[in-house]
Structure formats: C-alpha cells, structure tokens
C-alpha cells in the first residue's frame, strides 16, 4: 500500500548475527503491527504497538524485539535468539476499528 | 487460541467460472475482511463487512458476514488471469484488535 515502506525488500542474516527491518509510515496511522508468514500459512503477529513508545507481544514474539519511538516508524529486529528466522516479514499499519493496510514486505534468508 | 478456517486450500479453475471461498471460526467476530496477496508483496484489502448479513461487493467481488457472526465467504464471478494469488480471510474478535488470519486459499487458473 502506498505510505507504508518496508526496508530492505530482501535480506540475508549469518549465524549468530542481529538484523533490523523497517517500517516507515506517512498515515498517521496510530497502530503499527509486524506479521511473520511462512509459505502455505497464514499471518502470524510477532508485536504490535497502538501508541508511541508501547508495544505488545504477539503470539510469537520470542527471539524478536522492536521499538516505537515515533509515530512513524516500527522497526522489527530479528535476533540471533530466533532460531528459524527464514521467512517473509509484513509490517501493517492501522487506525481505530479501520482493517489493517500492508507494506510489500521483506524476505529475509539465513546465509 | 482463537481459529479460523479457510476453505478450499486451493482452486484450479479455468478462465471465465465463478469462484467461491469460506471462512468459519468457532466463536463469533466483529469485522471480516478479505485480502488478496500477490507472489513477493503484502496483503491488500478487497472488502471489509461489519455488521451480520451484510453483503458487500466490489466489482466482481462479493463477500458475505454470516448472520451466526461465525463465518463468512468471498465469490468472485467470471475469474480473469489476474485473480491469482492467495486470498486471505481475517476476523476481528468483538473484545480486541487483533486480527485472527486463515490460512489462505490459492486460487490457480487453469491454462
């Protein structure tokens, strides 16, 4: 969806190694949300965060972290703690009762 | 934990039919909405019902909220090329904002 940016489009992590993904918003949109798909599933929520500088554990928030230090961005990292990071990553904005629009995604692979 | 149960997993269709796809949970749900996700990009919105019964189109889209607030279904008449891709029901549970998301339906035309 246009104003809402995922960076980088694909990423590679090494053994052991941190990696940053990021979602930048022009909206204005109060709530942001970061999903985990694996092929052949669903979407699944790592965190999300409805207002500045608090966030919630999703259903599978181990190994990850994430901050939001301003309205417009919510930047997911992928630890050297999450075992099986290989996946495709969707940063989702929303407002109120308003459904959630997406970002195009990053693809991150293990090297 | 709160399900959702899309059907079919898949479709092989030709050109020109009539599609028909459903969602059903066992508790009920606030707000159905239904996406569809090109290969390599995020979820984008096709309908969103609110309310028991409603029926809501958008082109040859049609999308329905079961009047047990449990389930809802998505058609799509006369399939073109571009309708591939994996669509994607989401309900919204009456007492929070999290999405609950369905495994997807693939939807392929045959050549």
């Known amino acids: 969806d246009g104003g809402i940016t995922q960076s980088p489009k694909y990423l590679f992590r090494k053994e052991g190694q941190n990696v940053t993904l990021s979602c930048e918003q022009n909206l204005n949109h109060d709530a942001m949300y970061w999903y985990r798909q694996d092929p052949g599933q669903g979407l699944r929520l790592i965190y999300y965060?409805?207002?500045?500088?608090?966030?919630q554990k999703g259903d599978i928030a181990e190994g990850y972290s994430v901050s939001r230090e301003k309205k417009e961005s919510f930047p997911l990292t992928v630890t050297s703690a999450q075992k099986n990071p290989t996946a495709f990553y969707l940063c989702?904005?929303?407002?109120?009762?308003?459904?959630?629009?997406f970002g195009d995604g990053t693809r991150l692979s293990i090297l | 934990g709160q399900q959702l149960n899309q059907s079919p997993q898949s479709m092989f269709i030709q050109e020109g039919e009539d599609v028909s796809m459903n969602c059903t949970s066992s508790s009920i749900f606030n707000t159905w909405l239904w996406y569809k996700q090109d290969p390599g990009e995020g979820p984008v919105l096709l309908i969103a019902l609110y309310k028991a019964g409603e029926l809501t189109s958008n082109g040859r889209l049609t999308a329905q909220f079961g009047i047990t607030r449990k389930d809802s279904f998505l058609n799509i008449s006369a399939s073109i090329p571009s309708d591939v891709g994996i669509y994607f029901c989401?309900?919204?549970?009456?007492?929070?904002?999290?999405?609950?998301w369905g495994a997807g339906t693939k939807l392929i035309i045959k050549p």
């Open positions: 965060s409805q207002i500045v500088n608090d966030f």
């Open positions: 989702a904005v929303g407002q109120n009762n308003q459904p959630q629009h």
């Open positions: 989401a309900g919204q549970p009456k007492s929070n904002y999290q999405l609950i």
